[in-house]
């Protein structure tokens, strides 16, 4: 099989080129605009693959998504491609309706035309995978309850409005036209290659360096947090063996309040770089507070029960066994960080892949 993965070079989408060039026989196009989030860094273990071609191309851009179909001719699309920095869509909300919403429609026309000349089983076969979020619901009010795969939309920020806007789009695909598209609504994933203005990943590099960890508000949001290749592995799961027309919640079972996830970073940091900058005693002396942010949800919690069911899908790691595999990691990968906090990773982002668009 042949997959058209949209984003690939972000966090999540690269996870998913990796797990499928390392653990399948399937091909990989990745299509990726190559925004301040795209890293190409993060595919080098694979980029060199004959299963692997890179095309650096806006899914705004309807000319050369058409061309790029019609080129590779997918047998399926992962549409990872998204603006996904809530703090950044409060800043500038236009990036977000740009990409979220005009490139979803952009690259599902283009996908319905190009799947509507298939024939065969070529057709019966193709599959259209929307990857959203569990911010298109809300919060949750009580400390029992889940988002489930029914649970009303109630989106708060101008990033989660656009992200529940391009699911809307999806399912209006499917009614209208046919087109066969699967949705999966995640929880807050962590892990390997997270850029850095990411809660995780900011609060380690900030203790390394000796920066405050600000917190917002008091730190009492609480989030369900999924290991990125545990994701991975349900993405692919979904794609070559969901039902078309389904939705399905992924989540890790680990719900955290913000204030313990940096406080446990912290502990970890005192195990695994005990040797602090000048002037820190203990990591957790460089927690700040700060302003919560507008609209900031309270708790979101995922209920994963259908794709276990469905799928017999779970997640691997535990937070505590994620966690600790994230900290070496970012340990044991200070070059990749440093390209990304200095720039470089952008300016060294067309590589000698085929494929690959100036």
């Known amino acids: 099989m042949k997959i058209l993965v949209t984003g690939g070079a972000g966090f999540i989408g690269s996870a998913v080129i990796r797990h499928i060039i390392q653990n399948t026989n399937d091909s990989v196009v990745n299509v990726d605009k190559l925004t301040y989030a795209g890293n190409l860094e993060s595919l080098a273990m694979v980029s060199n693959r004959e299963r692997y071609a890179f095309e650096h191309v806006d899914i705004c851009n309807q000319a050369e998504l058409e061309r790029v179909f019609n080129q590779h001719q997918p047998d399926a699309v992962m549409h990872l491609a998204a603006e996904s920095h809530v703090d950044r869509s409060i800043d500038g909300p236009a990036a977000f309706i740009e990409t979220n919403i005009v490139g979803t429609y952009t690259l599902l026309e283009v996908t319905r035309k190009y799947w509507q000349l298939l024939e065969g089983k070529k057709k019966e076969n193709f599959r259209f995978h929307h990857i959203s979020t569990d911010e298109v619901f809300g919060d949750l009010e009580g400390t029992d309850d889940l988002f489930t795969e029914t649970t009303p939309y109630a989106p708060s920020s101008p990033y989660s409005a656009s992200k529940a806007s391009s699911d809307h789009l999806v399912r209006a695909w499917l009614r209208t036209y046919g087109l066969p598209t699967l949705i999966t609504n995640c929880s807050n994933n962590y892990g390997p290659y997270h850029f850095p203005e990411k809660l995780i990943p900011l609060m380690i590099l900030n203790a390394l360096e000796g920066k405050p960890l600000p917190v917002y508000g008091k730190g009492n949001q609480i989030r369900d947090w999924l290991y990125v290749e545990d994701h991975a592995r349900a993405l692919y799961k ?5 039902k078309v027309g389904e939705t399905y919640n992924i989540g890790g079972h680990n719900e955290k309040q913000n204030i313990d996830v940096v ?12 040797s602090k900058p000048a002037g820190v005693s203990k990591y957790e002396d460089l927690i700040t507070y700060v302003k919560d942010r507008p609209g900031h949800d309270l708790r979101y919690a995922i209920d994963a029960s259908k794709i276990a069911r469905e799928l017999n899908w779970t997640p691997a790691e535990t937070f505590e066994t994620g966690l600790r595999k994230t900290v070496q990691w970012y340990l044991d990968n200070q070059e990749w960080c440093q390209h990304v ?7 060294e982002r067309l590589g000698e892949n085929s494929g690959v668009l100036a």
């Open 238 to 242: 979904v794609v070559t063996e969901g």
């Open 263 to 274: 406080k446990i970073i912290c502990a970890l940091l005192e195990e695994l770089a005990p």
């Open 341 to 347: 906090q200095d720039g470089s990773y952008q300016r």
